[in-house]
C-alpha cells in the first residue's frame, strides 16, 4: 500500500516500467517471465497512488501480489480457493485438523493442493475428492492453515480449537527467507537425475508452495518425504541434517550427512557429505563430498570432492577434486582429476591425468595427455598435446596447436600464424640433415633425420631440438637452436651429440632462403667406441666409461618456409 508517483510513460515494456518502479523504491520484482507479460507495450499517464493499484491497473485482476522483504512478488492466480476446517482427536488423543478444499467459482473439490501450517512445519496434499488431514503432536494452540497450488490465489484461515488460545505461539513464529526464481528451467525438479528420487507428491507440493522457505534446528529422514518434518521438508532450511538414506530438503545452513544422497531445492552452507552423491540446485560454499558424484546448478566456493565427478555452473573459488571428471561453466579455482577437466572459462589451474578442455582460460592447464582450449592466457602443459585458437603465454607439449601462439615448445607445434620451414643442412661431420622447423612469431621447434654418406658404419642420425627466432625480417634473419642428435648404425653403436647453433640467414623471396653459422658441441660416446670428431676441439675428459668432447663447427643449409 505504499505511495508511489511516476511521470508519464509512453509504450514501455511491461519489464523497463517495473524496472523504474523497483529502482526508485529501492526493492525488487519477482517473477516468471513465461506468465508475467514482461515484453508487451505499456503506457502510463502519469501516476499517484498506491503500488497495489498501479500493479493492478497494469495486470489485471488475475494475479496476486505478495509482499516479502525485499521483494514484491508477482504470481498468476486467477482462479480462487476455499477452504474449510475442523478440529478433533483421533483415537490416540492425537490432534487432527481436517477438512477440504474447494474451488470458489464452481465449487469443485481441488485435488493436489498444498495445505500447510508454517509454523510448526506441517503440510499435506488434498486428495481427488478436494479431502485433507493434518496430525498434530502434543498441540493446543489456534492453526494457521495455508492453501497453496498454481494457478490459484493463497488463501489462509484461522482454526480455533476448543482452549484458551495461547498467547506466547505469537513469539513462536518460524523465520521464513524468499528465494527469487533462477528461471523457469532453473532448479531440482527440472533435473531428471534429480526428480528420479523425489516423489511426484513432493515436486507438486514445490511447485505449489513455491520460493518461500522456513528455517528450523535440525531434521531426520529415512528416505525423501519419510522426515520429521513430512511432506513439509522440501519447504525447510535446516542447520543440522542426518538423511539415512536419502534426504530432500529446501537447504543446508550448518552440516548435513547421508548415508546414499543429499537433495537440496537451494543453498548448502558449510558442510555435506553423501555416501553415492550430493545435487543442490542453488549455490554451495563450505565442503562438500560425495563418494560418486557431486552436482551444483549455481556457483560454489570452497572444497568439492568426489571419487567420480563434480559438476557446477561457476566454481568461483577453491579447490575440485575428482576421481574421473570436474564439469564447469566458469572456474576460478584449482582442479584436480584423474582423467578430465571440462570447463567453459577458466580462471586458475586445471590438473588432469588425462586432458583439460576450455573455451577459455588464463590460468594454467597441466594434462598427462592433452589440453583443449579456445582463447588462452597462461600456460598450457601436457606430455602430449596442446590444442588452442588464441595463447597468449605458453605452450608445453610434444605437438602444440594453435591459431595463434608465440611461445609454443614442442618438436612440432602447428601454429597458423606462425613459420614452418623444411631445411636441408650439413654440418662439419658431413652428415646431410632434413629438417622440419615449426613454431610461433618467437619459439619453434625442430625434428628431422641425418645421413652421413660413405664408408663409415656410424651414419643415421635423428634430430630433436628448440629455436627461436631473434631477428626476423623480411630478408634477413637469425635464429639460435639448441639441437640434441642421436646418431647410430641402427643396430649396436650409438652416441649423442648436443649442439647450440647460431644460424644468420638471407631470405630470396618469401618461401626461400639460405643460412649458416657456427655451433658449440659436445659428444659423449663409450670409451670402446671409435668416432671421429670433426670440427675443432675445445677439450676432451673421460668419466664412467664414458668420452665427452667439446668441439665446434658450423652448419649451413638451404630452407623453404610457408
Do not use: C
Not at 80 to 99: C, H, M, Y
Not at 103 to 116: F, L
Not at 352 to 380: E, H, P, W, Y
Not at 525 to 542: A, E, F, P, Y
Amino acid at each position: 500500500m505504499k505511495q508511489i508517483s511516476i511521470g508519464e510513460l509512453k509504450q514501455q515494456p511491461m519489464a523497463s516500467v517495473l524496472n523504474k518502479i523497483a529502482s526508485k523504491e529501492n526493492f525488487y520484482f519477482a517473477y516468471n517471465n513465461k506468465i508475467v507479460p514482461a515484453d508487451s507495450l505499456v503506457s502510463v499517464s502519469g501516476y499517484r497512488g498506491t503500488l497495489f493499484s498501479l500493479l493492478e491497473k497494469l495486470l489485471g485482476e488475475n494475479y496476486e501480489f505478495k509482499e516479502v522483504p525485499g521483494y514484491v512478488v508477482l504470481r498468476y492466480a486467477p482462479r480462487k480457493l476455499f477452504i474449510t476446517a475442523e478440529v478433533g482427536k483421533d483415537q490416540g488423543k492425537q490432534t487432527v485438523v481436517k477438512g477440504y478444499v474447494n474451488n470458489v467459482a464452481d465449487q469443485k473439490e481441488v485435488a493436489q493442493a498444498s495445505v500447510y501450517e508454517k509454523n510448526l512445519l506441517i503440510s499435506t496434499l488434498t486428495d481427488d475428492n478436494g479431502y485433507f488431514e493434518l496430525k498434530l503432536k502434543n498441540y493446543t494452540g489456534s492453526i494457521v492453515l495455508t492453501v497453496s497450488k498454481e494457478n490459484y490465489r493463497d488463501t489462509s484461515v484461522y482454526v480455533l480449537p476448543v482452549v484458551i488460545v495461547n498467547e506466547k505461539r505469537a513469539n513462536s513464529s518460524k523465520n521464513y527467507k524468499y528465494y527469487p526464481d533462477g528461471g523457469p528451467d532453473a532448479g531440482v525438479e527440472h533435473s531428471r537425475f534429480a526428480r528420479f528420487f523425489i516423489n511426484s507428491k513432493q515436486l507438486v507440493q514445490g511447485l505449489n508452495l513455491g520460493n518461500f522457505f522456513a528455517s528450523s534446528p535440525y531434521q531426520v529422514s529415512l528416505t525423501p518425504g519419510l522426515s520429521t518434518q513430512g511432506m513439509y521438508n522440501s519447504q525447510v532450511i535446516d542447520h543440522f541434517s542426518l538423511n539415512i538414506l536419502g534426504g530432500y530438503t529446501a537447504g543446508i545452513n550448518g552440516v548435513e550427512m547421508a548415508g546414499i544422497f543429499n537433495i537440496n531445492r537451494k543453498d548448502m552452507r558449510f558442510l555435506q557429505a553423501a555416501g553415492v552423491f550430493n545435487f543442490v540446485g542453488g549455490s554451495v560454499k563450505g565442503i562438500q563430498m560425495a563418494g560418486v558424484y557431486n552436482s551444483v546448478l549455481n556457483d560454489v566456493f570452497g572444497l568439492q570432492a568426489a571419487g567420480f565427478a563434480n559438476r557446477a555452473n561457476h566454481f568461483t573459488g577453491g579447490m575440485q577434486m575428482a576421481g574421473l571428471a570436474n564439469i564447469d561453466k566458469q572456474v576460478a579455482g584449482f582442479q584436480v582429476a584423474g582423467l578430465m577437466n571440462i570447463y567453459g572459462i577458466g580462471k586458475g589451474i586445471a590438473f588432469a591425468g588425462f586432458t583439460n578442455v576450455a573455451r577459455d582460460s588464463s590460468g594454467t592447464q597441466i594434462a598427462g595427455f592433452m589440453n583443449k582450449g579456445g582463447n588462452v592466457s597462461g600456460l598450457q602443459l601436457s606430455a602430449f598435446m596442446n590444442t588452442a585458437q588464441k595463447v597468449k603465454g605458453v605452450q608445453f607439449g610434444l605437438i602444440n596447436i594453435a591459431d595463434s601462439s608465440d611461445y609454443p615448445i614442442g618438436i612440432i607445434n602447428l601454429i597458423k600464424n606462425g613459420e614452418k620451414s623444411i631445411g636441408i643442412t650439413t654440418d662439419e661431420s658431413a652428415f646431410a640433415h632434413v629438417d622440419l622447423r615449426s613454431g610461433g612469431r618467437v619459439l619453434y621447434g625442430l625434428l628431422g633425420i641425418g645421413y652421413k654418406p660413405g664408408a663409415e658404419k656410424i651414419k643415421y642420425a635423428l634430430d630433436l631440438g628448440f629455436g627461436a627466432h631473434i631477428v626476423n625480417h623480411k630478408k634477413f634473419f637469425l635464429n639460435a637452436e639448441y639441437v640434441a642428435a642421436l646418431i647410430t648404425d641402427i643396430d649396436k653403436t650409438s652416441y649423442q651429440t648436443s649442439s647450440f647453433k647460431l644460424l644468420p640467414g638471407y631470405k630470396f623471396n618469401k618461401h626461400w632462403g639460405l643460412f649458416a653459422g657456427p655451433s658449440i658441441n659436445l659428444t659423449s660416446t663409450d670409451t670402446g667406441n671409435d668416432v671421429k670428431i670433426n670440427g675443432w676441439v675445445l677439450g676432451r675428459s673421460v668419466t664412467d666409461n664414458h668420452i665427452n668432447t667439446s668441439f665446434t663447427g658450423i652448419t649451413g643449409g638451404v630452407q623453404y618456409a610457408w
